[in-house]
């Protein structure tokens, strides 16, 4: 005869069977993964891995290790050393990697009205991904003449400069601190919100608009340190949107292949501007650049995404991120970063944003909120979207920040 205690692990056993026999949630609109029943055991586990690496990568001596593959790192760094020079420099792409690219960004903003956007990626066969925005205060928002056709432009071979016949040049002079952005070229006036359902030979212009020459020389320097995603990213922030995922050898082998080298640095962004006839002089921003080295980067891979950057007046400086490349490794990753006015860094624990209720059906609300989590703070942030231009992109944003203690 069973006593009370063998019924009772009976029933815990059957029930377990019964917990553990139990699917995990279908994906909410068939894109987004939701925390399944294991989700605790594989956020810790993946919590503990990423914290070992990144502690193993802090305690590792410069002389104790060779120079890390930039174009072959994995989350907390491979165990090699990563040199400031040859994190911003440019970087050959290799050339069995069909998708390699090098890739340098750029913007900036000050409480004027000023803002400023420009990113290259460096790929194969001569040829550079190319966005650029800048609105003007008071006189209007322009783009590249052609990013609204293709915003593949044909590079000019420089072994420092990523630099495009259309007239741009971008180049590191001193690593870390401090960049140099130049353009001479064709700018259109923006027509507002455009949504792209994919690159095409059309040219979709309003006929009436006339590219208008313009130019800029712009000095960039730093404010503070880099923030390496690899070495410094919130173990939190990672474990979490690699927990909600399904897992399989598969998912593993995709998170490798596709990794990329990724750092960000905040800064400022003087220099001077011509649009047609207009000049303007001395226009300080605030800015944040960052460079990514990868073996495989794909833009279709990126469903959605949606990037927060924020400079409030005390000088702290924000970047809160999620990102959805579902057909990758993440339905939905998590990461951020803040830099308080004496330059210290803070990764951000977590960010919620409900990313599925914001613009999934291509209508992004004018005001949201979403709150974020770094170090002891829980921050709450209102947001209200002023203006956009092409690429559906917010560009400006007027934004509450509070925080307050956990």
Known sequence: ML??????????????IYWVAQPDPVPFLGVYSRPGKWYWLKFRLMKLVIALRQRSKKNKKSGDAKKEDLMNSQWGGDGGIRDISELDKKHDLPKDKKFAGDCVFFDGSNRDGWYFTLGTAQRHDDIINLFLIIRVPGFGTFVDDKMQIDTNAKSIQSKNEWKTASGFSIECIKPMEEWRLSFKGKLLKSRGAC?????????????????????FEIAWTNFGDYFDFDTECSPTAIAHSLAI????????DRMRASHQTHYEQFGFINGSFKIGNQTWDGIKLTSMRDHTITGYRRWSDIRRYIM????????TCIHTSVISMPGVVFSQLEFGYIITPDKKKIAVDRVHF????HGEDKHFPKKFAYSFTAGHLHYDVECEIIETCSFKMGLDLACQVKNSEK
């Open 354 to 357: 409900d990313l599925p209720m």
């Open 195 to 215: 949504i792209f359902s994919e690159n095409g030979e059309e040219d979709n212009r309003n006929k009436s608009e006339i590219p208008i020459d313009a130019e």
């Open 3 to 16: 006593g009370a205690v063998g019924w009772v692990l009976i029933a815990a056993l059957g029930y377990f």
């Open 245 to 252: 995922e399904p897992w399989s050898r598969e998912l593993f």
């Open 308 to 315: 927060m950057i924020y400079h409030l007046e005390d000088g």
